[in-house]
Each structure stands twice: as structure tokens, then as C-alpha cells.
């Protein structure tokens, strides 16, 4: 499951659906509006196999790296973060749930920054070619 949370602009999430990229949002789909931050981790794990896309750079922590979820920290501009959903879902490194859980990424429009369980190091990858 992608989920987006409060922070993800309004305007992005109807190109998500038109690119047909399934999501829930935190305070509408899932949990109440206002969720403090100390909350979603906890609700991640309830989750569990989720996507979490936020904007918020609190949530780029190797600590936070586990099993049961993804989190996708969109360091991009406002305007530009449906298509860097759309982006990660689809790169390689990412593009399956497998590859995805256990990593806590910086996405940017440069490279993805991550770091993943069990590995050493912030690792990188850069954006293959359309």
C-alpha cells in the first residue's frame, strides 16, 4: 500500500490516480487528521508492507528502517512530488515491495539516498533514464 501523509500536497495526490498509482492518505483513509508524527511509525507497523511518501525530513532516520514498511522522504519541490512518486514506484531498485521494505530513503532529484536493514552505509542510486 502507498501511503501519503498529511503533508503530501492536495493538488499532486489526483495525479497519482491518473497515472493509476493506488493510494491511502493519513487523516482521510487512515488514522485521524492531525496524527502527531510519534504516532505513524507505530501506525506503520499496524500497516505493515506500506509506502509511506512524506515531505517531511524528520522521518530520513536509518533508525526507522524496518521490515514492515518503506519510507520515501520527498526532498523535491511542492509541485514535483507526485512525479517522484511515480519516479520511485518505478525504478528498479524500488519497483516491488520486496525491494522496497526495510528502506528508509531520501528521494531528490538527483538520486535516491537510502538506507536499508542489515547494510552499512547511506547508500545511492541513480535515476535510470526514460
Given at each position: 500500500m502507498n501511503l501519503l501523509d498529511e503533508n503530501f500536497p492536495e493538488d499532486q495526490a489526483p495525479l497519482l490516480r491518473s497515472w493509476g498509482i493506488a493510494y491511502r492518505r493519513i487523516g482521510v483513509h487512515v488514522a485521524r487528521s492531525g496524527v502527531k508524527d510519534d504516532n505513524v511509525i507505530p501506525l506503520l507497523h499496524r500497516l505493515r508492507q506500506v509506502t509511506l511518501f512524506t515531505q517531511d525530513r524528520g522521518f530520513?532516520?536509518?533508525?526507522?528502517?524496518?521490515?514492515?514498511?518503506c519510507i520515501?522522504?520527498?526532498d523535491v519541490r511542492t509541485d514535483?512530488?507526485?512525479?517522484?512518486?511515480?519516479?520511485?514506484l518505478a525504478h528498479p531498485?524500488?519497483?516491488?515491495?520486496?525491494?522496497?521494505l526495510g528502506v528508509v530513503a531520501r528521494v531528490h532529484h538527483d538520486a535516491v539516498h537510502f538506507w536499508q536493514r542489515r547494510c552499512q552505509g547511506l547508500q545511492r542510486v541513480a535515476w535510470v533514464s526514460r
Open positions: 530520513f532516520q536509518r533508525a526507522l528502517c524496518h521490515p514492515a514498511y520515501a522522504w520527498l514535483d512530488t507526485a512525479q517522484y512518486v511515480r519516479r520511485f531498485r524500488f519497483g516491488t515491495k520486496a525491494l522496497c
